[in-house]
């Protein structure tokens, strides 16, 4: 037997003894048309059938179905193991978050950053690591807590998947009155200098101040009393290879107002962010990202 342009098994030039029985279990196997099955048992079903006659789903020869019980734009699927299922669409279709992230866990060399995953009625994007929710405006990534804290490391939520980001940082109590500062990080490892910026600050009967802060370790953001406070760090391309600018405002509980901005020139991309406080702290940050 030999293989012809359609990769089907046929008879070769010389062979004149082909009987029926040859040319069903080897010429008509080796045509990979599309199997109807009514649903993932049936699949199942049907790969084993092959697996028994010798033909199972391999890589050179991936089985293709058309599944009666996926949405209607998706029911062509391959496989070149038998296992894991690709929908010919594209899009992957997960009952839960918690199923996908597993999913992309076992499977990830299959994935390409911005492949899409249909979870209930919403689109996620996969970013290289994450799947992302793509909902206009902003797409919320992470909400980390502290408690008594004088530092909080929030590490892998920048990447190229969106060009800017807002961190919402809630304080509801802290030992006593301070001001919060941040540096970006690479990998855990911060990004210790060049920050430039200024701010204006005022309260009820003083001000406004004006403060400058040039080439400096860390980054300037909001002020924060003992009863609480909080504070919007906007940081515009911590993730691409450009300079990184920042605004930030805040209010605390004893109605201090500060606003302010500016820049670091490094244009080596960031993937995450450690806030400090000079004094103990208790709340959340909550990182947003967005176009």
């Known amino acids: 037997m030999a293989e012809n342009a359609r990769k089907h098994t046929v008879p070769a030039g010389n062979e004149t003894n082909v009987t029926r029985q040859t040319i069903f279990e080897s010429a008509l196997q080796s045509i990979n048309d599309v199997i109807p099955v009514a649903n993932t048992t049936e699949r199942s079903q049907v790969v084993a059938d092959l697996v028994a006659e010798g ?10 179905v058309i599944r009666g ?15 894991v299922w690709l929908p010919a669409s594209g899009v992957l279709t997960f009952a839960s978050k918690a199923l996908a992230d597993s999913w992309a866990t076992a499977n990830g060399g299959l994935l390409a ?17 994450a799947w992302w929710a793509q ?23 920048f990447s190229s998947a969106f060009d800017n980001y807002l961190l919402k ?25 060049g920050y430039t910026g200024q701010y204006l600050e005022s309260a009820v009967g003083i001000g ?5 802060a040039a080439s400096q370790t860390s980054g300037v953001m909001g002020r924060y009393a ?4 909080s504070i919007d760090l906007e940081l515009f391309s911590p993730a691409l290879a450009s300079a990184k600018r920042y605004l930030h405002r805040s209010f605390d509980q004893t109605a201090y107002h500060r606003v302010g901005g500016g820049y670091n020139a490094s244009v080596a991309a960031q993937d995450g962010i450690g806030l400090a406080f000079p004094t103990t702290a208790t709340g959340v940050v909550k990182v947003y990202g967005y176009a």
């Not at 909902?135 to 939520?157: C, E």
């Not at 406004?208 to 400058?212: L, N, Q």
């Open 135 to 157: 909902v206009s405006g902003l797409n919320f990534i992470r909400s980390v807590p502290f408690t008594a804290a004088t530092a909080v490391a929030v590490d892998g939520v």
């Open 55 to 64: 033909v199972g789903p391999a890589p050179s020869r991936p089985v293709i």
């Open 69 to 83: 019980d996926a949405p209607g734009l998706h029911r062509i699927e391959y496989s070149t193991d038998g296992t």
């Open 226 to 229: 003992a009863g609480g406070g």
């Open 208 to 212: 406004p101040t004006r403060t400058d």
């Open 113 to 129: 950053v911005n492949d899409i995953a249909r979870i209930g009625s919403i689109d996620y994007r996969w970013t290289g690591t």
């Open 169 to 193: 940082i809630n304080i509801v109590s802290a030992s006593s009155d301070g001001g919060a500062i941040w540096q970006l990080r690479a990998g855990g490892t911060p990004l210790a200098g």
